[in-house]
Each structure stands twice: as C-alpha cells, then as structure tokens.
Nanobody, 130 residues
Framework: QVQLVESGGGLVQAGGSLRLSCAASGRTFSMYHMGWFRQAPGKEREFVAAIIWSGSTTYYADSVKGRFTISRDNAKNTVYLQMNSLKSEDTAVYYC???????????????????????WGQGTQVTVSS
C-alpha cells in the first residue's frame, strides 16, 4: 500500500482559502485513485472529493462543489485539495485516501465510500472561524 502524508491544514477565517497537499511514497502513485474525506467532531467520516489515476475525472460532494478543487501531479506523487470560500461547517480533520486501480469493483459510486479506499493518511486539521 502507498504511504500518505497530508499537510496544509490550519486556522482560517470564513471566506478564506487553504490548499491541502497529500504526498505519497513509492513509485506506484499513478496506479491509485485518490480521495479526500473529512470528519468533524461527533460526526461520521464523509466524502469530500476524488480524482481518478489519470486526473481526467473528478468527483465532489454537493456541499463543496464550486468551492473545492481536487488535482494531482503524478510526477510529484502528490494530490491537492484547493479549498476556497471556506465556511465554518468545513471545520474537520481532512484525510487523504488511496484506492488501487486494480481493486475489486465497488460500484459506480465507489468514490463516496471510505471502505473502498485501502490507504489512509494521518489527517490534517482544518478550522474555519466565523
């Protein structure tokens, strides 16, 4: 499994921006679909965004669509989450996750399910003050 390390979290005022990065170890990063999930205190982990191995297709939760952008640089083994127009409800620990492209089928909405991803980072805290 690929090893993942997130960075870029912090404290920001509502309306501000942050860019999260997730660096992957190993030389097989391009064989992974990547996702971002988040978990707020007392809530379940939820899907935020995902990007397939080539970067040609992206998916977003309705709550972040139009505000967040996921991208990847396979040459740098890194996936990014650009977060704009942040709201207090975006406050959470953000996790990077990886799913091997050779993994068994998980249905057409695989990207929404945390269980479909086999590799996880340690998380980075994002706090949005109102």
């Amino acid at each position: 499994q690929v090893q993942l390390v997130e960075s870029g979290g912090g404290l920001v005022q509502a309306g501000g921006s942050l860019r999260l990065s997730c660096a992957a170890s190993g030389r097989t990063f391009s064989m992974y679909h990547m996702g971002w999930f988040r978990q707020a205190p007392g809530k379940e982990r939820e899907f935020v965004a995902a990007i397939i191995w080539s970067g040609s297709t992206t998916y977003y939760a309705d709550s972040v669509k139009g505000r967040f952008t996921i991208s990847r640089d396979n040459a740098k083994n890194t996936v990014y989450l650009q977060m704009n127009s942040l709201k207090s409800e975006d406050t959470a620990v953000y996790y990077c996750a990886g799913r091997q492209i050779s993994s068994p089928s998980y249905g057409s909405s695989w990207y929404r399910s945390a269980s479909a991803f086999g590799s996880w980072g340690q998380g980075t805290q994002v706090t949005v003050s109102s």
